[in-house]
């Protein structure tokens, strides 16, 4: 696709510039390092842009901190206090979603996770953000938490122009099949390889 220009025009009856402004489902997946990083770099764009981003992560613990976290809560309050870019909104799994209020030592992961996807499905209803990372959100698929068919169903009927970007290994064959952008990551070299821990400013 040489400088963004693409090799075949389909017969779709719809203007260049419907096509060019069509909500983009994109899937990282596989087993290469990388996934995540590349879903929020296209959220960087999209918050330049002035878009509405919210992040969900499914997967990571709350006390893992990752370095995009706290850049983007940063480039939020950026957008409160002068109008640049975006609004942002970043919820984790492992700490509790913020719309819920459950009580109890025991969490069960699932039900969680479920509870975090219901709530995507609303906001993707009232068309709440432009931009939405469902990082490591393959996995709840992967296990069986979250019905794939339903997922698919959801993304595909969403209205307006609402991008999502779904990361994590082991993507489901029936949503790399309905995305319109699948990556692949394969890892060729990795320092643990080596026997080396992940480092402060790369993998954190």
Same mark, same amino acid.
């Given at each position: 696709? #040489?400088?963004?220009?693409?090799? @075949?025009? /389909?017969?779709? +009856?719809?203007? =260049?510039? *419907?096509?060019?402004? &069509? #909500?983009?489902?994109?899937?990282? @997946?596989? /087993?290469?390092? +990388?996934?995540? =990083?590349? *879903?929020?770099?296209? &959220?960087?764009?999209?918050?330049?842009?002035?878009?509405?981003?919210?992040?969900?992560?499914?997967?990571?613990?709350?006390?893992?901190?990752?370095?995009?976290?706290?850049?983007?809560?940063?480039?939020?309050?950026?957008?409160?206090?002068?109008?640049?870019?975006?609004?942002?909104?970043?919820?984790?799994?492992?700490?509790?979603?913020?719309?819920?209020?459950?009580?109890?030592?025991?969490?069960?992961?699932?039900?969680?996770?479920?509870?975090?996807?219901?709530?995507?499905?609303?906001?993707?209803?009232?068309?709440?953000?432009?931009?939405?990372?469902?990082?490591?959100?393959?996995?709840?698929?992967?296990?069986?938490?979250?019905?794939?068919?339903?997922?698919?169903?959801?993304?595909?009927?969403?209205?307006?122009?609402?991008?999502?970007?779904?990361?994590?290994?082991?993507?489901?064959?029936?949503?790399?099949?309905?995305?319109?952008?699948?990556?692949?990551?394969?890892?060729?070299?990795?320092?643990?390889?080596?026997?080396?821990?992940?480092?402060?400013?790369?993998?954190?």
């Amino acid at each position: 696709m #040489p400088q963004g220009q693409p090799l @075949t025009v /389909p017969n779709d +009856g719809l203007t =260049t510039k *419907a096509r060019r402004n &069509a #909500p983009l489902l994109a899937v990282h @997946t596989g /087993p290469g390092k +990388g996934k995540s =990083t590349a *879903a929020f770099g296209m &959220a960087l764009r999209a918050w330049n842009q002035g878009f509405d981003v919210a992040v969900f992560q499914f997967v990571k613990s709350a006390k893992w901190k990752v370095g995009e976290e706290s850049a983007f809560r940063e480039l939020g309050k950026l957008h409160e206090e002068h109008g640049v870019g975006g609004p942002v909104q970043w919820h984790k799994m492992g700490s509790g979603w913020s719309w819920t209020r459950k009580h109890g030592s025991e969490i069960d992961h699932a039900e969680t996770a479920r509870d975090g996807w219901a709530e995507i499905s609303r906001r993707i209803a009232e068309e709440r953000h432009d931009f939405y990372v469902l990082d490591e959100f393959t996995y709840p698929l992967k296990w069986g938490w979250i019905s794939v068919d339903e997922v698919i169903a959801t993304l595909a009927d969403r209205p307006g122009n609402q991008h999502v970007v779904i990361t994590g290994r082991d993507a489901p064959q029936a949503l790399i099949d309905a995305a319109d952008l699948v990556t692949e990551m394969t890892k060729v070299k990795h320092p643990m390889d080596a026997g080396r821990k992940g480092q402060r400013g790369i993998e954190w």
